[in-house]
């Protein structure tokens, strides 16, 4: 019921005039009404002729999106670490995850760093640092996506990096491995090869490699990268390769060319390649191959001098012991390490070459549990270290060998790599599946802590 004694309700209910519109009122609407007429007819004949556009150039965008766009078929002329088996049968294709071609974040992120978190549960596979501080990871996620993290303090934080637009590795197709001269140019790669020069902020796929990418190393002005010819299915796109081609290109460049002297047939392994200032390397099987690392000249293989031969390697026609492989690791100047070991694992012979792979010494036998995979030298120090599927060994005098210690629990399958960054900080990548960590040192590798990449 309405209240009699409310005025504002009286005076609510009274009768209103309306105003009479200002004079022109109705012929400004009757104008303003064709000129909206006109513009939807304009509208949708535009939309139409984008339609017909898009249907033109739709096969050919979706043909561009499928593995091995462009690639054709491999035709090779006359490391990081292994690839990690994975769960999935052989040449079976990985599931395609919408997450994982997601738009980059904007602004674009780099590896000098941002504020925001990586992508959770990156399980990394590969590890570079280009100073004392700073350095990237890349890895998959839970998801089967491929990630990439930076850090600015040697692992104790971490950051979001865009990835390269290629997936995980799927025998022609993916990256699994980087690598990074300085904080502005860097390769992602394994099997394929993408380059930024803009510290991840943007990625292009590289020209002029025929073949997986098994191996890159850079140094000086330089990069080189060993592509091979596989038949490896799914993530073991480094299995059966049968012959292999060097490439190198300019620091600032997306273009390789194929280096003289290093093409042929042979097995070549993630780590193979090493590069200093002085030289670069190249073990194929029990061959070791050497050059310039700013591509002056050709590169050769090593032709032994009569003494002390590697037991992996080949000299005078003579081929390297039955079952006998080399892990490879360049010292200061022209001091070479070799690791020699059975197949079987459980340490091996090092020898050391002070010219360059031209003649070698026995230094002293290795003890160690497992399988070594990779081989690091200190800076500016004697000190050795090694990577096994057991465990982590380092020796100051290329004799003496102890097993280092491990805070946590020891990863499953051991480590695939390690690397020392200064004298005294170092990294280790774990070889197994599902670790989201990267181990690191900062007293010469006798003992070890994991930095989770969070």
């Known amino acids: 019921m309405s209240d009699p004694f409310d005025p504002v309700e009286s005076w609510l209910g009274t009768d209103i005039e309306l105003l009479p519109p200002a004079s022109g009122a109705f012929e400004r609407i009757q104008r303003r009404a064709k000129r909206r007429k006109t513009v939807v007819a304009m509208s949708t004949a535009a939309a139409a002729a984008v339609a017909i556009a898009a249907a033109a150039t739709l096969p050919q965008l979706a043909s561009s999106l499928l593995p091995n766009h462009g690639g054709g078929p491999e035709q090779i002329g006359s490391s990081s670490h292994s690839p990690r088996p994975s769960h999935r049968p052989s040449g079976t294709p990985k599931p395609h995850h919408s997450s994982c071609s997601a738009k980059p974040s904007h602004p674009n992120l780099s590896i000098r760093g941002s504020t925001k978190a990586p992508t959770p549960g990156i399980s990394p596979s590969s590890v570079t640092f280009v100073s004392g501080t700073v350095g990237a990871v890349i890895g998959q996620t839970a998801s089967g996506c491929e990630a990439v993290a930076a850090t600015s303090d040697y692992g104790r934080s971490w950051t979001k990096v865009d990835p390269p637009p290629a997936g995980q590795p799927n025998g022609d197709s993916g990256v699994s491995q980087i690598r990074f001269l300085e904080a502005t140019n860097g390769w992602a790669y394994g099997p394929g090869l993408y380059v930024t020069h803009d510290g991840g902020a943007t990625w292009a796929k590289a020209s002029g490699v025929r073949g997986r990418v098994i191996d890159l190393a850079t140094v000086g002005a330089s990069a080189y990268a060993v592509a091979a010819s596989c038949t490896g299915a799914g993530s073991d796109y480094a299995g059966g390769c049968t012959s292999f081609a060097l490439y190198t290109a ?3 460049s997306d273009a390789f060319q194929l280096v003289p002297g290093a093409s042929g047939k042979g097995q070549v392994k993630s780590g193979d390649l090493q590069l200093t200032h002085a030289a670069g390397y190249l073990l194929v099987g029990d061959v070791l191959f050497t050059g310039p ?11 032994i001098s009569p003494g002390t031969i590697p037991a992996c390697l080949s000299a005078s026609g003579d081929p390297a012991t039955p079952g006998e492989f080399g892990v490879l690791a360049p010292g200061a100047a022209s001091e070479v390490y070799l690791l020699c070991q059975p197949a079987s694992g459980g340490g091996g012979s090092l020898y050391t070459s002070a ?7 026995l230094d002293g036998h290795v003890k160690a549990q497992g399988l070594g995979t990779s081989l690091a030298v200190a800076p500016n120090s004697n000190t050795l270290v090694l990577a096994t599927s057991a465990g982590i060994y380092y020796s100051a005098d290329t004799r003496h060998w102890s097993q280092a210690n491990l805070s946590g629990q020891a990863p499953f399958g051991g480590f695939g790599y390690v690397g020392m960054t200064t004298r005294l900080r170092g990294v280790a990548v774990p070889a197994g599946r599902g670790a989201t960590v990267i181990f690191i040192t900062t007293d ?10 969070s």
């Open 250 to 252: 300019p620091f600032n």
């Open 293 to 303: 690392p700013d591509g002056s000249s050709p590169w050769h293989a090593i032709t």
């Open 355 to 361: 010219d360059s792979g031209a003649t070698w010494r």
């Open 444 to 453: 010469g590798g006798k003992t070890w802590h994991p930095s989770q990449i």
